[in-house]
DNA sequence: GATGAATGAGGCTTCATTCAT
DNA sequence: AATGAATGAAGCCTCATTCAT
């Protein structure tokens, strides 16, 4: 699985042949399917894996805030400092989802109608609504453009030497102040 | 072009095949290689006329705007409603730019040092800061978040049948208000 | 298909990959799959087509005779002298027929209920029966017989040097003869 | 062996490979190789433990009777009972037979020039034209026929639902009378 | 006695491309 | 201008077998 995400972080969906994901690993083709039933279950498993461990990450980190305004913020610093340290990995996830598609022609891992990783977001930014901390928006919406902010930047890694992680989050901890509106209600305060 | 748009966009990149776009078209295999020198040229050509009538279509907008805040409300707007007449077009191209590499492995559609539509969303954000308009904020890091915003519609669209197009617009108008800050320079003034 | 054939005949269904016919006939694996949707498609074709020409030979035999026994006398005949002149292509459909699963791990070209070509040699024998020119026996089990005494004939010639069609052919018609009882008939009149 | 026979009965010689005769054994596909030195063992053990048990069933069962007439009547109704009570063993060693083949592509288990089996049901005819109790005929290809309406049978026992085997026995028996002339004889004494 | 790990050969199929027409 | 024929590389997967434990 290891080599399977370096390939895919490295050499894209395409590449990610078994023969190449073989070769990187230094073993047979066959040990691959040895030990995973198939290429989807191989790719299953890392997805899996990689969400596994970075929702637990984000839980953990949620689970020592309490205002509306500090979770959001440790939601995003989380992910985000999640991608720093996993950042093939979240890459290689990228790829799958973004490309695995079923017999049928559909993604596999996109999930068709309710998005859980958007809903658990979504929910974050009501509660700040529910309690007053936040302004008024569509949480919905809002929640699409913070998670497209975070997703975006495994990309950036790749293709911008120049991209430094720490300020992309304070930017992006900045915008997602000024959109809740976190803010003003500290000013009030 | 157009059946490639199409079969890229419901299909995607890996589902794009030759025969595949061929058969859509109603044609062979062979006439496609007969207009294009071959496949990339083909994928090639698509992202560059969809890219092209897409930049005419903000360079147009763009020039009716003058106030920084309005130029960068104008280029969102613009951006959003071309991906809302042109759907398939924008899918295609996403799906093209985001898995086309090179023989060497590179991505080929990628620049990979300086990106010019992140430059020139770049230049205009810092446009208003240096005309005492926008707040200070990284403006290389908000274009990026910016973009990641806009580039992530054309992907609800597909998957999401609840996506509201012009909500979204309403609401990433909004959020780029705020992040500029063009909203506290009209108060003051 | 011809290629096909002959290896099917003398390798057996294992031994007939593609690789192997497309070696024999001078092309490649290719060049199979270009004018065949895929291996089943090959072998249907096949099938199909011998078949097809075998029945047409017994219909056309049929049609000549009037009496019952004449009748069955020439559906043996002509089955074996048809197995005479395409020995190779019975061979390969026996081969087929008898080997060739779908994907559930049934036969493929095996009828599970009722058994046309065994369906039209049952009535045969029944119509002798009808017209007093039979004895009393149940139809569809000599029915069963004679197909199997006539389907393992192409069997026979593989590995029987020996076996001479001529000869099993006067054989089996004086077989069939007593037993349909045909003989007592021509004693009474 | 046992697991073997059931895996070739239902999914053909084709679907018979060591790691699904493994799986319906509940072992793993070392062990079959650890009794077996290699496939065609295994292979060769089912058809000789087969032949052997049904060959001193025979045997057993033609010890019993004297006259020729009977002793082919016991030869025919021995091997179909076998075959009821045997089916899917029966039918493993068809596949077997039928199927298998040598590095040279010859057929494993069928014999080129003698066949023992055949060449014993042949004597047992002979020796009833001996006696005077048969009527004249070739005995070698009336062996073939009647062997090849045992045969059959465990094929009709697996597609067809309907297909009795006492009737068909009873069947095969009148028409081995019919054809060895047993009747006339006992008419005539 | 039993097994998990590993492998290489081979099977079917898809694909982008070349060539002659 | 258009196309059918042909190809070789590559992809995923199955299989019988070997080896060390």
Redesign the interface.
């Known amino acids: 699985m290891k080599c399977a995400i370096e390939v895919l972080a ?6 990610a042949s078994l023969a190449e994901i073989a070769r990187r690993a230094g073993i047979s083709k066959s040990v691959v399917l040895y030990y995973f039933s198939g290429k989807d279950d191989l790719l299953s498993s890392v997805v899996f894996d990689v969400y596994g461990r970075a929702g637990q990450a984000i839980a953990e980190a949620l689970s020592h805030e309490t205002s509306p305004g500090e979770k959001i913020a440790a939601y995003v610093r989380t992910n985000l400092h999640f991608l720093e340290e996993h950042a093939a990995e979240i890459r290689a996830v990228v790829e799958i989802v ?2 695995a ?1 079923g017999a049928d ?1 559909t ?1 596999s891992f ?3 109608g309710e ?1 859980p990783v958007l809903a658990h977001l979504e929910e974050l930014l009501r509660e700040g609504q529910g309690s007053g901390d936040f302004r008024e ?2 949480a919905h ?2 929640a ?2 913070i ?3 975070i ?2 930047a495994s ?2 890694l790749v ?3 120049s991209f430094y992680l720490g ?2 989050t ?3 901890l ?2 997602v102040e ?2 809740t ?1 976190t803010h003003r209600t500290e000013d009030s305060s």
């Open positions: 490295e050499s894209g969906y395409s590449g973004s490309n598609r022609g993604h996109v999930p068709q998005d928006f569509d919406y809002l699409i453009i998670r497209s902010a997703d975006t990309g950036r293709v911008d030497p300020a992309y304070r930017e992006l900045s915008v000024l959109a509106g």
